[in-house]
């Protein structure tokens, strides 16, 4: 009998969707069936962004405030042996669609009591939207047994203008002295192959192993040095998150003055400090090293502990 699979994901820009479609070509059609549940939120979430309506959502991202899903894609099997939930991180956490869908109830239901694998597409920070995501999975009473993880290549700089150029008026191509925006095409080709590896344990019923077989393959890859920077990341998008949202609703001119800040300081205290955080991570990669080699054994792993961040 065919083993039954079901991919779940958001994406805005295609660059996810492409994801997907390239994990899924891994499996073999004699052996699998696959169910495939785009969401769209096109109303929601236009694209290319305005920058404003970007960062009106930033408040309700970090919080993990959900909003009611009013679309089913797809009617979905009473079981599945798999699911697959791609997603992308905006400000350190899971995006409102991801987190929004994945504590939905009809989706929880199908997510109970089922393997499932997470893939992630982000430009290089995903550490904690995995460990929020593994938050809400437990809480569906799911069992995470593997994680991919593809980023940006470019460097943090570099990606920072390429990625604002992509997200604010949709230009994906190279420019001046900048890379094409995105995870590399290169990087993307090499989904299914980790395709193929997860449906092999799926098919010996040895998932337990899936993770092990995906770090050899270089499926995730974490930067050690980036590490403390998205600790310190993450404290201060929760401090800014509250303020905003304690100003009131989205559609208020106090939230709007309030998350006009958050815009204005966001990228320039990141292109200022830039240079001086790699300076203090290389130095705290010295003096941290046996902790930062667990935390990112750690971050490797599907393991869950609270408190990571």
């Avoid at 920058?51 to 009013?70: A, R, S, T, Y």
């Avoid at 980036?226 to 600790?231: A, D, H, R, T």
Wanted: glycine content about 4%; proline content about 5%; some cysteine.
């Amino acid at each position: 009998m065919k083993k039954q699979i079901l991919f779940i994901w958001y994406s805005q820009t295609g660059q996810l969707s492409e994801m997907v479609a390239k994990l899924a070509s891994g499996f073999d059609k004699n052996l699998v069936d696959i169910d495939f549940c785009q969401f769209q939120f096109k109303e929601r979430f236009p694209f290319p962004w305005k920058k404003k309506k970007f960062f009106n959502q930033m408040p309700e991202v970090v919080l993990g405030i959900p909003f009611d899903i009013d679309e089913q894609p797809i009617s979905f099997k009473s079981k599945y042996d798999l699911i697959v939930f791609a997603y992308q991180p905006w400000f350190l956490h899971p995006s409102l669609p991801a987190s929004s869908i994945i504590q939905d109830k009809n989706i929880q239901a199908i997510l109970k009591d089922t393997p499932v694998v997470t893939l992630i597409g982000a430009r290089n920070m995903w550490l904690h939207a995995q460990e929020k995501i593994k938050e809400y999975l437990m809480q569906s009473s799911a069992k995470l047994v593997g994680n991919i993880v593809l980023v940006d290549g470019a460097k943090n700089l570099e990606s920072m203008f390429t990625v604002q150029r992509w997200m604010f008026k949709g230009k994906k191509d190279p420019y001046f002295i900048f890379p094409a925006a995105g995870i590399h095409e290169k990087d993307i080709a090499r989904l299914p192959a980790l395709g193929s590896i997860i449906d092999k344990h799926l098919q010996a019923n040895t998932l337990d192993q899936l993770q092990a077989a995906i770090v050899q393959q270089q499926g995730v890859v974490v930067k050690t040095q980036l590490i403390p920077l998205e600790q310190r990341g993450v404290t201060n998008f929760r401090k800014f998150a509250k303020w905003i949202y304690a100003a009131g609703d989205k559609e208020s001119t106090a939230r709007a003055k309030r998350e006009w800040v958050f815009s204005f300081l966001l990228p320039k205290v990141a292109s200022i400090l830039s240079p001086i955080t790699f300076i203090g991570n290389q130095i705290k990669g010295v003096l941290l090293k046996e902790k930062l080699d667990q935390d990112k054994q750690y971050f490797e792993s599907i393991k869950f502990e609270k408190n990571k961040f």
